[in-house]
């Protein structure tokens, strides 16, 4: 699910800035730009982001500045100031030119004082970032919650018009035996002109033999307890995204086997409508962690 979130955290000697968005994603992907120094700290932030989100691509900012003493200091290259400063000396005394050669000369030549990067204090960095890190994390995932809510609603409406739709086909199958009788009726009328004596036994038979292939009672037990599961999982709280998806591929499997079976025209609409809710559900099921 989509979440935007930031936080900073001024602790001396630290600026600690974090800046995090959420997209949708079947895994969990996590792009981490990280302030050059402090790598080290890039396996115990994925660590921590892995036991908040589950699923999802998360690109994650952070920035920190040490304003410590030790944070950085400055070398002077000596041998590059002496030789610089004594091949100016040459020119001003071949060019005839008596002014003497002062420091902000010398220092414009450049690399002769360079800043040195000190090995960081991880470990105290770490201290420091932890509860920004911690805040952050804690405002994406209550967006992401509130997300949440609006698509659990979305899936309990389309459940339950899936529901009405399986008692639809449910009363749909149980008249089928009799419909099966009349069309063999009418069919074995139709061929014979009503000069053969039609045998109510074995017309019933057949209808019988036809209903059994047809039978999709089984399939419509199992599609009733995949909508069961499918809103416990929603209120389990705990993470349903791919518990949920597989529900779904078997819903699919239990209609797919209705159609195939129905030779009702109104059945087959109903199962077709159906499906497409499926579909609705399926395209959101991958935003769901």
């Not at 992401?144 to 698509?151: A, D, I, S």
């Not at 309990?156 to 089928?176: F, K, N, P, W, Y």
């Not at 009328?189 to 057949?206: F, K, N, S």
Request: with cysteine; hydrophobic share 40%; proline share 3%.
């Amino acid at each position: 699910m989509t979440a935007y979130a930031r936080g900073e955290i001024q602790s001396a000697p630290y600026t600690m800035r974090i800046e995090a968005r959420a997209y949708n994603s079947r895994h969990l992907d996590i792009a981490l730009r990280l302030t050059h120094g402090f790598e080290p700290l890039e396996e115990r932030i994925k660590g921590l982001i892995s036991q908040t989100i589950a699923r999802g691509r998360l690109d994650i900012r952070v920035q920190i500045r040490d304003d410590s003493d030790t944070g950085i200091q400055f070398t002077v290259n000596l041998p590059r100031a002496h030789a610089y400063h004594q091949a100016l000396h040459t020119l001003k005394k071949e060019l005839g030119v008596g002014d003497p050669v002062n420091l902000e000369t010398v220092i414009a030549a450049g690399h002769i004082i360079q800043a040195e990067e000190m090995e960081k204090d991880v470990d105290a960095a770490w201290n420091h970032l932890l509860p920004c890190l911690e805040g952050v994390l804690s405002d994406l995932d209550e967006m992401r919650r509130v997300e949440g809510e609006q698509l659990a609603r979305d899936f309990q409406g389309r459940l339950d018009t899936i529901e009405r739709m399986v008692e639809q086909i449910e009363e749909q199958a149980s008249a089928l035996p009799k419909q099966y009788q009349k069309r063999l009726v009418d069919r074995v009328e139709q061929l014979t002109h009503g000069l053969v004596e039609i045998d109510p036994v074995r017309i019933a038979q057949e209808a019988a033999l036809l209903a059994d292939r047809s039978d999709i009672s089984e399939e419509i037990v199992r599609a009733k307890s995949h909508i069961k599961q499918f809103r416990s999982l929603m209120k389990d709280g705990k993470s349903a995204g791919r518990p949920l998806n597989f529900l779904l591929q078997e819903f699919n499997r239990e209609f797919n086997t209705m159609g195939s079976k129905s030779g009702k025209a109104t059945m087959s609409h109903t199962i077709v409508t159906v499906k497409s809710e499926l579909e609705k559900i399926r395209e959101q099921i991958q935003n769901v962690e």
